[in-house]
């Protein structure tokens, strides 16, 4: 389970941006897309924040849903995978959304 090793990586990344604050929520944006399945972050967060300064914080996952333009007659759709056509029949797409994978808030305690 990769959402281990993500869940991991954010955490040492609040950890060495907040310092010793001790952090009260975490707010993340994690796409439909990105390949990262949210309840599984949400499952590794409680065991990974454990004796860090994140102990006991809140986790709250944003999730954008996919959106992509047809490169060939400029339609805008929403898209739930990645193998979804344009309703013109066309798979070239620029996707707009819902890949991403970041770290949208940290708030902490003063």
Sequence with gaps: ???MAITQSVIQAVCER???APVQRVCLEIGTLSGVVADSVRFCFDLVTAGTTLEGASLEIIQPTGRARCRDCGAEFELNDLLVLCECGSAN???LAGEELKIREVEVLV
């Design 93 to 95: 797409r620029e996707l």
């Design 1 to 3: 389970m990769h959402e």
């Design 18 to 20: 907040m310092g010793d």
